[in-house]
Structures are given as C-alpha cells and as structure tokens.
C-alpha cells in the first residue's frame, strides 16, 4: 500500500521569506510524487511532478521540491514566498505498476503574511 | 488546456434522494477519478476508471456507484444520500502513459444533504 504524510497541518510565513512544505512517502519502488494547489472553491492545480532524472524538480509560480530517495521526502519549497502563495497545498504519491490513482497527503494550508 | 468540468457547484439534497454528480473531460483521457474532499482527511479515492464500462473501487466506495458510458463522461451516484455524504467532491482524469500520470481536476462540487 503507498501513503502520504505532510506532518503540518499549517505553515506561516512572512513575505519575502523562503518556505518550506514538507511531505514524506511510502510506496513499493520507484515512486512518482506529485504536489498539487487548492486555492478557496476552487479545484486542485498541478504545480510539479518528479518522474526520473534530477532530484530538484522546479514548477510552477517558482515553486521547486526536491525529491531524497534516502529520506523518502519530497519537500516542496520557494526560495521567495508571496502572499498570493497562501493556499492548501497537497502532496501526492504513484508507485511505479501500482493502482492508476494517486494517493495524496492530508494538505498543509500555507499562510503568508505581508 | 485540459478542461475537466463538473455538473454543479453547489448542491443541496435531502436525505435519502438520489443524486447524480456529473464529470466531463475534452481531453480524450483513458482514466477518470471521483475523491471527496474532507477537511483533515485530505482527498480520498471514491471510484475510479480507466476505459469505457470499466469501474474500480477505490478507498471508500461503500453508499456510491459510477457509471462510464462514454469516454468523456463519469457519473458518480449516490443511491440514497445520507448526512454524512455531505462534502466536496472532485473529479479528475489523466492519460495513460507515464509521462501522464498527473491528474486534472474540475473544479469541484461542495455537495450538502439535509
């Protein structure tokens, strides 16, 4: 079975700081990780994906994760926050052969303050 | 752009109605998902399919059915819709190859039952 785990239900940050999202997983071989944005009534949108290759997979609205193997983490991070960041962000995982659905953490809600 | 889009925004049903979430996506994807969405719970695998009449269960299918008519299209069903259904509902579909595994989802449908 593959899990999920973002240990923060809630990440504050002030603008202009660098963030940090943190999400661990469990899951048979090689893993596909995923980290998705919900912004209020609103569907989730796709921010980056780690398939192969480099460990630093850089996305969307300049966010990147780096995915560690020995760790068994894919934080996802942004060197400079933006209030427009503060969102529920998920993390989500795929096992390579595994079920064709993703299975995704419970969410850490970001807030930025100006 | 992907469009995936949901029959509803907002729905109010009574306890014990019969309720049909509809799901439309353009982008002729072979898979197709249906999550709620609860807070704390993150998103959870209700049903999901990967061809024409093709359904499987996910993590809590117990109270839903699906149907798959067309490839273009997934109904989820709440035979006889109870309190605790009250949620968001998500769907979502992807490609099938690997380098399609991300989900993309509709904007979602925050569904009460009174």
């Known amino acids: 079975a593959q899990s999920v785990a973002q240990p923060e239900d809630q990440v504050n940050v002030a603008e202009g700081n660098p963030l940090t999202v943190k999400c661990t997983y469990s899951?048979?071989?090689?893993?596909?990780l995923f980290w998705y944005v919900q912004y209020p009534n609103r569907g989730l949108q796709f921010l980056l994906k780690y398939i192969t290759g480099d460990n630093l997979v850089k996305g969307s609205y300049g966010f990147e994760a780096e995915f560690n193997k020995s760790q068994t983490s894919f934080h996802l991070k942004k060197p400079s926050a933006l209030v427009s960041d503060s969102a529920l962000y998920f993390c989500?995982?795929?096992?390579?052969?595994?079920?064709?659905?993703?299975?995704f953490g419970s969410g850490t809600r970001l807030q930025v303050q100006p | 752009d992907v469009k995936v889009t949901q029959s509803s925004r907002y729905l109010v049903k009574r306890t014990g109605e019969k309720v049909f979430l509809e799901c439309v996506q353009d982008m002729d994807h072979e898979n197709m998902f249906w999550y709620r969405q609860d807070p704390g719970l993150g998103l959870r695998l209700i049903y999901f399919s990967y061809d024409v009449k093709m359904k499987e269960k996910g993590d809590i299918p117990e109270g839903y059915s699906v149907s798959r008519e067309k490839k273009e299209r997934f109904s989820l069903i709440l035979e006889s819709a109870s309190t605790n259904q009250t949620s968001m509902y998500l769907c979502a579909s992807s490609g099938a190859g690997s380098e399609s595994y991300e989900q993309y989802f509709g904007p979602g449908t925050r569904l009460t039952v009174t």
């Open positions: 989500a995982v795929r096992g390579l052969g595994g079920r064709r659905a993703l299975t």
């Open positions: 899951v048979s071989g090689n893993p596909y």
